[in-house]
């Protein structure tokens, strides 16, 4: 089951560890108060921090009236361009954020979110507050894979060990691995690739079953997802599945290169007909 934020409750604030933001940071900021002079805006991840964005801070292009830019209720990617922790005063800009940072801000506050999320599924189910799940759980993922996220993502690849080795205790990590594996989806791609097969004789039909059964066991033992079916015979098309296309290709040029040293030791022919193709 995928998260769907439309139908959970998200916490409005994915908190930081630290109390203040620092300059030359990208934050995700909410705008509450917008005027001829600029607007304020709340900062979503430091708590709501009142922060400050100038007129000249808004837009690098000409516009009639700051509206035209910024609306009230916005939420979106700042620069801090000062920190005063001392007054309490944070100073904003958004025409120095590049459309790249922005983006990538933008998707690592949204897997902020999520992983919010799980950890107070595991807070819940352990009648813990959020506030221990991210002090025994949470900070140390991020600690260890640098985003919480990615933490939770390695439990529902790989299982709880990889939650111990982050130092989560066996209570939260066989709980988060759990809670992991049942809402985080890992993308996968498909690849295919097609082999002739050939053995005549009395054993023709038997050696070439060996040579696939070998070359699917070979995968198993490797932990590739692969599949292989008859595309009419002599032809056999093997189906693979993985994280990226680089690591996919590899792995079937392993399964298929098994099938042929197979069938070629079994007296028969074999040869690849399509290449490794998407």
């Not at 595991?122 to 959020?130: D, G, I």
């Not at 991210?134 to 993502?153: M, Q, T, V």
């Not at 080795?165 to 097609?194: C, F, R, Y």
């Amino acid at each position: 089951m995928n998260l769907d934020e439309s139908k959970i409750w998200v916490r409005k604030v994915v908190r930081k560890r630290r109390e203040w933001p620092q300059q030359g940071e990208i934050v995700i900021g909410t705008v509450v108060q917008v005027f001829d002079k600029g607007a304020y805006i709340t900062l979503d991840e430091y708590g709501n921090k009142r922060a400050y964005l100038p007129l000249n801070e808004v837009s690098s292009s000409w516009f009639h009236n700051i509206r035209d830019v910024i609306r009230e209720g916005q939420k979106t990617a700042f620069k801090v361009i000062r920190v005063d922790a001392s007054k309490g005063h944070i100073d904003l800009s958004l025409k120095r954020v590049a459309d790249v940072e922005r983006d990538r801000k933008v998707l690592e506050w949204k897997r902020a979110k999520k992983a919010e999320v799980l950890l107070n599924f595991a807070a819940k189910k352990l009648s813990r507050t959020l506030d221990e799940a991210y002090n025994e759980a949470g900070w140390k993922l991020e600690d260890y894979y640098g985003e919480i996220y990615a933490g939770l993502e390695e439990a529902a690849r790989r299982g709880v060990e990889t939650l111990i080795n982050a130092g989560l205790t066996k209570e939260w990590a066989e709980t988060l691995a759990e809670i992991a594996k049942e809402h985080i989806e890992i993308p996968q791609v498909k690849m295919s690739m097609v082999l002739e097969l050939k053995c005549h004789g009395p054993r023709g039909v038997e050696a070439i079953k060996k040579a696939l059964i070998e070359a699917l066991n070979f995968a198993k033992a490797k932990g590739y997802q692969i599949k292989i079916y008859a595309d009419g015979a002599p032809k056999y098309r093997i189906d693979a599945m993985a994280e990226d296309y680089k690591g996919l290709k590899n792995a079937l040029k392993e399964v298929a290169s098994i099938a042929l040293e197979v069938i070629t030791k079994e007296g028969g022919q074999g040869r690849v007909l399509e290449e490794p193709r998407k």
